[in-house]
Structure formats: structure tokens, C-alpha cells
């Protein structure tokens, strides 16, 4: 037996968000109507309609973290021109269930909790170091 969120989380592993092609192909099979598979889509935290970038990084929203200063972590990211680069997609969550570590960040999968603006600044640009590399040696093999 198949399971439809199983189905879709194939497809954004595979694509790494869910194109809309796919989506409606999902709603014929399922039977189900494509407002509900946006309603999934747009639910769960673990699919995306966009394609996303190299890096994903994720600011929780949740109260606790916004208490402790997870709202300004949007604008130190726009002055490091994170959200204006394609290579990095920014997600705000409204609770990452780790309240305790407030405020949370989740950069490419890893938590990182206790977060503050000159720990996000000191982070950041070492992805951009890391993607420098990345683009250095697709460089080099040519
Ligand atoms: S409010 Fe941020 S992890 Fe819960």
C-alpha cells in the first residue's frame, strides 16, 4: 500500500521541493484533489514548493525564540546578502520543538541552539567559504 505523504516526500527528496507537474500527477493517482495535496504541501515543514538552495537555513519564530532574539536573525542575514543569494534558501519555522534551546537556528539539518546575532555572523560567511571551495574546485576540474 502506498501512502501519499510517502509519495511526496519521495518527490522532494528526488527534486528537492515539489514541482507543480508532480504534485498534480500525485492528485490523479490518489484521487485526491490538488488543493488538498497544496494543503500537505504547505503544512509540513518538510516539503517546499520552491526549489531550494545549496544551504537551507531555517529561523524559528516560535515564542520562545523570538523572546530570546531569534527576530532580528532575518535582517543580520539580509545584511550578510544571504537572502538575496540563490545558493541559500532562508525558511522561517514557527517552532522547531526545541524550546529549550531557544532561540534555534537550523543550518543544512544541523540544530544550533542558544543563537546569537555575532555567532549567526561568524557562522554564515564560513558557508559562503565552504561554497567559495565548492565553486573553486568545480573550477579546477575543468
Ligand atoms: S519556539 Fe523555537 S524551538 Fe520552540
Given amino acids: 500500500m502506498k501512502f ?10 528526488k527534486h528537492g521541493y515539489l514541482p507543480k507537474d508532480e504534485m498534480e500527477r500525485i492528485s490523479v493517482e490518489f484521487n ?16 517546499s514548493l520552491k526549489p531550494v538552495g545549496k ?11 523570538v523572546m530570546g532574539g531569534s527576530g532580528v536573525f532575518e535582517d543580520t542575514l539580509k545584511q550578510l546578502g544571504i ?3 540563490e545558493d541559500f534558501t532562508y525558511q522561517p519555522i514557527r517552532c522547531f ?13 544541523k540544530v544550533y541552539g542558544k543563537m546569537t546575532v555575532s555567532r549567526l ?3 554564515v560567511p ?13 573550477e579546477d576540474a575543468r
Fill in 55 to 65: 544551504h537551507v537555513i531555517h529561523v524559528c519564530k516560535g515564542t520562545a525564540c
Fill in 126 to 138: 564560513k558557508l559562503f567559504e565552504d561554497k567559495d571551495k565548492t565553486s573553486k574546485g568545480d
Fill in 4 to 13: 501519499l505523504i510517502n509519495s511526496l516526500l519521495e518527490i522532494q527528496n
Fill in 83 to 85: 537572502l538575496d543569494d
Fill in 32 to 47: 485526491v484533489p490538488i488543493s488538498r495535496i497544496y494543503s500537505i504541501a504547505t503544512f509540513y515543514n518538510a516539503f
Fill in 97 to 109: 520543538g526545541a524550546c529549550s534551546l531557544a532561540p534555534v537556528v537550523v543550518i543544512d539539518g
Fill in 121 to 123: 555572523k561568524k557562522m
